[in-house]
């Protein structure tokens, strides 16, 4: 079993910046594909920022060169820092993770999310104009 904790979610105005961390509760590195997702209500769950387990990094086009995932082994933590924050950007984050085989483009754009292993439960993000 494992267990993602995300925390690091708030209010920000518009060109404001956070830092999402997920909590891990084993060692992901090299078994787990990890991403984040993002999910306003009454719309569909999209992926964000993803690492697979070889270590590439993919990212959705609405955020590529604003946020940066990465993660620390040593702490079983991965992170999503988020810059020139939009109101677009409004949504509850989550994390994910899964074992298999994927690379990070896959698991933002062609693996089901509804499919991804495990989830933590979401942190908030709100960014005023």
């Known amino acids: 079993q494992v267990r993602l904790v995300e925390s690091g979610g708030g209010s920000v105005q518009a060109g404001g910046s956070l830092t999402l961390s997920c909590a891990v509760s084993?060692?992901?590195?090299?078994?787990?594909?990890m991403a984040w997702f993002r999910q306003v209500p009454g719309n569909r769950r999209e992926g964000v920022a993803a690492v697979d387990r070889d270590g590439t990094i993919g990212y959705a086009d609405s955020v590529k060169g604003r946020f940066t995932i990465s993660k620390d082994n040593a702490k079983n933590t991965l992170y999503l820092q988020m810059n020139s924050l939009e109101p677009e950007d409004t949504a509850m984050y989550f994390c994910a993770a899964d074992s298999r085989d994927m690379t990070a483009i896959q698991a933002l754009r062609s693996i089901p999310w509804w499919t991804f292993g495990y989830w933590g439960q979401g942190t908030q993000v709100t960014v005023s104009s």
């Open positions: 084993i060692n992901t590195a090299g078994r787990y594909c």
